[in-house]
């Protein structure tokens, strides 16, 4: 008998556990959710991101012969907010039309040019910063809704 009521109340805290367990994992998830969000930031008229705080740039080289094709690293001079930078650059193949890129409005970024080594355009495998060349351009730009576009000028 007492083996019986021992189960019984085995039994009656594990559902008390499991409730409990989920119960603040739908409080965490909610928090996730909702409360890690500044709900005030797309209200607030000095605030320097609207909802999404992204934008999608446009990187563009202003060369004559453009016969080469330029691998572009973007890098944050800033921590982002809204876009993950999980090793820290960003490389992109820039060939004959313009590179469009999301990136965080507002944040300063260090957009450098390179030509691309020979060995790109017959078998690109890897990773782009492998077949990196010389730098042709370094500068640091701000992208936002007036200056959401940069032209390089490799001239």
């Given at each position: 008998?007492?083996?019986?009521?021992?189960?019984?109340?085995?039994?009656?805290l594990?559902?008390?556990?499991?409730?409990?367990?989920?119960?603040?994992?739908?409080?965490?998830?909610?928090?996730?959710?909702?409360?890690?969000?500044?709900?005030?930031?797309?209200?607030?008229?000095?605030?320097?991101?609207?909802e999404?705080?992204?934008?999608?740039?446009?990187?563009?080289?202003?060369?004559?012969?453009?016969?080469?094709?330029?691998?572009?690293?973007?890098?944050?001079?800033?921590?982002?907010?809204?876009?993950?930078?999980?090793?820290?650059d960003?490389?992109?193949?820039y060939?004959?039309?313009?590179?469009?890129?999301?990136?965080?409005?507002?944040?300063?970024?260090q957009?450098?040019?390179?030509?691309?080594?020979?060995?790109?355009?017959?078998?690109?495998?890897?990773?782009?910063?492998?077949?990196?060349?010389?730098?042709?351009?370094?500068?640091?730009?701000?992208?936002?809704?007036?200056?959401?576009?940069?032209?390089?000028?490799?001239?």
């Amino acid at each position: 008998m007492n083996d019986i009521v021992g189960r019984r109340k085995i039994r009656e805290l594990q559902k008390r556990l499991y409730l409990a367990f989920f119960s603040v994992s739908a409080l965490f998830m909610l928090f996730v959710s909702f409360g890690c969000s500044n709900s005030n930031s797309s209200s607030n008229p000095n605030s320097n991101h609207d909802e999404k705080g992204t934008i999608e740039a446009v990187i563009n080289i202003n060369d004559p012969d453009l016969e080469e094709t330029y691998i572009i690293r973007v890098r944050p001079e800033e921590t982002p907010t809204y876009v993950d930078f999980k090793s820290g650059d960003y490389y992109a193949v820039y060939e004959e039309q313009g590179l469009t890129l999301t990136l965080e409005k507002n944040l300063l970024y260090q957009i450098s040019v390179y030509s691309a080594s020979e060995q790109l355009d017959e078998d690109y495998k890897g990773v782009l910063y492998n077949y990196v060349g010389e730098e042709l351009a370094n500068m640091e730009h701000r992208f936002n809704k007036d200056t959401k576009t940069l032209v390089i000028d490799l001239e």
